[in-house]
């Protein structure tokens, strides 16, 4: 038997016993922090969830305004990216892929039928452009916050 591969199966056996029991430590730990520290976790729960609204609210109104005017960047911080997604039936597509001898594409992989028909000047009959708006909001607000002159 190889000793050295002897000696690092013990020390991976050790270092994965000691990797159980500190998890297994902080765990009981963790567990008995959050029933002493709840309104925390409550406070932190709740803040989550209004974040998560207010987010949502915005990316909205960040939406209605560019449909308004057009403007994809409404104050700093805050942005649309256009762009478009392919509209198509899987079957049609399939047929357009026998009828052209695209027999890779018999299998529709929609990443890759979407890479071909983007470098297409003219798509299949079938296919169809929708645009699409994704709102973007910066992560740090700060810097938006202390232009607007207000802070939180």
Request: glycine share 6%; aromatic share 6%; proline share 3%.
């Amino acid at each position: 038997m190889n000793e050295a591969l002897k000696n690092l199966v013990l020390e991976l056996h050790t270092a994965r016993t000691q990797l159980e029991a500190a998890s297994t430590e902080r765990e009981r730990r963790y567990e008995l922090w959050a029933l002493q520290n709840r309104e925390v976790l409550e406070m932190e729960n709740a803040a989550r969830a209004q974040v998560k609204d207010i987010d949502a609210l915005l990316r909205s109104a960040i939406v209605m305004d560019f449909d308004l005017t057009g403007d994809k960047a409404p104050m700093p911080g805050l942005g649309v990216r256009v762009g478009h997604r392919l509209l198509y039936d899987e079957a049609e597509a399939i047929r357009w892929a026998l009828d052209g001898e695209h027999y890779d594409l018999l299998q529709i992989r929609v990443d890759e039928f979407d890479a071909i028909c983007e470098k297409m000047e003219e798509l299949p009959h079938f296919v169809s452009k929708e645009p699409t708006v994704v709102p973007t909001i910066a992560k740090d607000l700060h810097k938006v916050v202390d232009l607007m002159g207000g802070g939180a």
